[in-house]
């Protein structure tokens, strides 16, 4: 049987307390890029020991300016953990170095773990291409799922002070405002959270690109990185999307809400949707590659709307509407002109 990985046994092998057996079960998780957003939640909690133990004060946790500061504190170098990151073969080496750097505080006896900082287990529900999912979390708020996405909250979600999820993929978000004001925050890994207390929004996070959409209420989009951009607080009808490659740009505008939150009902609204946009789409619902023949093609811009139930009808439409040749060849679709054929 597979040795459990939770909270607790990692702690453990950060302690250097775990058996062999289960430090190789915490290496094995942690060489997880699907892991990211859990670790990342523990990681937040040792931040919060931080602030304690050392006065940080920052909002959202800079692991950067964690490492650091940990890094001289006890007198080590980056490359050493560089090299222990190499040495275990880790894909995202930030989380590496720093459980590296907090290990070195254990072992030296400069950690007490208080009861409040336990995180209690993670309910984990993911989509299936070609699938939506409506889930009804402890709190009331109900989460719409779009298809080859990852949901991730805490049992206690009702009763716990702040109403966190995990999100990987897209979903669409009916927060139930309670009487106490209990925030609920949306964390993704594309380097910000979104916070509210009653509203319906949809979030992105694929591609290395993540999006927040506000359909009512108000939601505030905070960021990791304050070097980034300030806090955006989101109207109706409002859009903040964001580009792992360009981290400095930041854009908030007003756009037509339909086509970032129809997939909920099923539907696939373009409304001036290039068509490098429309394959992006179509690859991300049906789980097939979706080349576009002719690069000059992609801009190309396409509006209408189509059922999500039915890919053949879909592309039958896309090809008599837009004078397009659609191709299949096993799980690829290549779009391209009528005059090139």
Known sequence: MPTPVDFEAYLRYLRRQSSPAETRAVLAWLAQPTNALVAQHWMEKYAQLLEHEQ??????????????????????VPNQ??????KRNLPWR????????????????GWLWQT???????????????????VRLPDGSTVTLNSHSTLRYAADLGQASVREVWLDGE???????????????????????????GTKFTVYRRHQQGRVVLLSGKVKVGFTDRTRSNDVVLKPGEL???????????????VNTAPYAAWKDDKLVFDGTTLA????????????????ENPALNQRKISG????????????????????????????IILSDHSSH
């Open 55 to 76: 006065g940080l004060t920052q909002d959202t946790p800079d692991f950067d300016h964690m490492q650091a500061a940990l890094l001289q504190q006890l007198g080590l």
């Open 81 to 86: 953990i560089e090299a222990e990151a190499q």
């Open 94 to 109: 930030r989380w590496a170095a720093a459980a590296a750097v907090l290990v070195g505080v254990a072992a030296g006896g």
């Open 116 to 134: 409040q900082y336990a995180t209690p287990p993670l309910t984990q529900l993911t989509t299936p291409y070609g699938q939506t999912r409506v």
């Open 171 to 197: 979903a669409y978000f009916a927060v139930k405002h309670l009487p106490n004001h209990r925030r609920f925050v949306v964390r993704t890994t594309a380097g910000f959270r979104v916070e509210v207390l």
């Open 240 to 254: 903040v999307e964001t580009w792992d490659a360009q981290p400095r740009q930041v854009v908030h505008k007003v």
């Open 277 to 292: 946009e429309v394959a992006t789409r179509l690859s991300d619902t049906y789980g097939v590659a979706v080349v576009v």
């Open 305 to 332: 709307t189509f059922s999500v139930g039915d890919l053949e009808a879909l592309l039958q439409l896309l090809e008599k509407s837009f004078q397009l040749t659609v191709s299949r060849e096993q799980n690829r």
